[in-house]
């Protein structure tokens, strides 16, 4: 049986997910505050659509609802639509603080519906082969991260709705930000320790357009991390540092280059190291991978690999970061 998708934000992303449907949903509804594009999306599918999401929610064939909007309303239709007894896979940050997520959190495990929060990245081709080496144990006991994730620059960059703080909860620390914090508590686990610093370099608005951290676990493993907006040129770089071993992740595809994987195997006498490499030039699975995996937690009745908590400690990474960089109306 295949489950009814209805898709709230009917953008770019909104989009890739609609594509990304496979044989185990089907898309019923769209909506989006714009009418027109929420009738162009559900078109491709003879879908209903709405410039109200609240009547999407409330369909009965609506199985699960995708949500791709801006950061102000994550939260919001995310409650709504677990109220209303629907799973939901909601975009990441999934709220602009953790305490928007926390009714959310709290209403979800009250219904018994699964929520699985897109971050997508833990699903690209480099990651998950990353991950399958580390919980192999072939890299040792795992010492610390070091990653950077940016992005160009475009001419009004400072005038999107990123840059208003009542959108999007934040700057470059909430927007790329997540998906590093997120891998890397993917591969070392909690942090009990946060440091780190935001600030607006170069883009006149008042988020910040760069994100710094330096993230402790109990065992003072270390995620050394950088989200910026100053970039210039796009990049993803992360390295994953063993006792025994080193990962070297880069590229994402397209504008942020091949994606490519290298396994720096250390020898018992220590020297050059024996080397491995992957490169993935074909295109992008990760989207279609996600949600089947989504329709098996479903099925299986459990809990999504990249859940609400996953969000929460993400969250709370960027508030104490924001609050200790006077962001506090980011928050």
């Known amino acids: 049986m295949a489950y009814g ?35 162009n999306l559900a078109k491709t599918a003879a879908a209903k659509a709405f410039s109200d999401w609240r009547e999407l929610v409330a369909l009965p064939e609506v199985d699960i609802v995708v949500i791709a909007t801006l950061h102000d309303s994550l939260a919001e239709i995310t409650l709504a639509a677990v109220a209303a007894g629907k799973h939901v896979l909601v975009e990441k940050p999934a709220a602009r603080s953790a305490d928007e997520l926390e009714p959310v959190m709290a209403e979800a495990e009250k219904q018994g519906v699964k929520v699985h929060v897109g971050f997508n ?63 890397s508590r993917w591969f070392l686990g909690d942090f009990a320790e946060v440091e780190g610093f935001a600030h607006t370099y170069y883009w006149d608005m008042p988020v910040d357009d760069n994100g710094f951290m330096m993230l402790k676990t109990a065992k003072q493993q270390v995620a050394f991390l950088h989200a910026s907006c100053t970039e210039w040129k796009n990049l993803f770089s992360m ?39 992957w490169e993935y030039p074909m295109g992008d699975d990760s989207w279609a991978v996600e949600m089947n995996e989504f329709y098996e937690d479903i099925r299986l009745n459990r809990e999504p690999a990249a859940g609400l908590r996953d969000a929460y400690e993400v969250l709370k990474v960027i508030q104490i970061i924001y609050k200790k960089s006077g962001y506090d109306h980011c928050t």
């Open 239 to 277: 390295e994953i540092y063993g006792k025994v071993g080193k990962l070297d992740l880069s590229g994402l595809g397209g504008s942020y280059g091949l994606e490519r994987l290298t396994h720096y195997k250390m020898l018992p006498e220590m020297g050059p190291p024996e080397t491995t490499a």
């Open 121 to 183: 990245h833990r699903y690209h081709r480099s990651l998950r082969k990353a991950k399958e080496i580390v919980d192999s144990g072939e890299l040792g006991e795992l010492m610390f991260i070091r990653a950077r994730y940016g992005h160009g620059a475009r001419i009004g960059y400072n005038q999107e709705w990123r840059a208003n703080p009542a959108l999007s909860g934040g700057g470059e620390l909430i927007d790329q930000g997540p998906h590093l914090i997120d891998l």
């Open 5 to 39: 998708i209805g898709i709230v934000g009917c953008g770019l992303i909104g989009q890739k997910r609609a594509k990304a449907l496979g044989t185990g949903g089907r898309l019923v509804a769209c909506a989006d505050v714009d009418a027109g594009r929420a009738a």
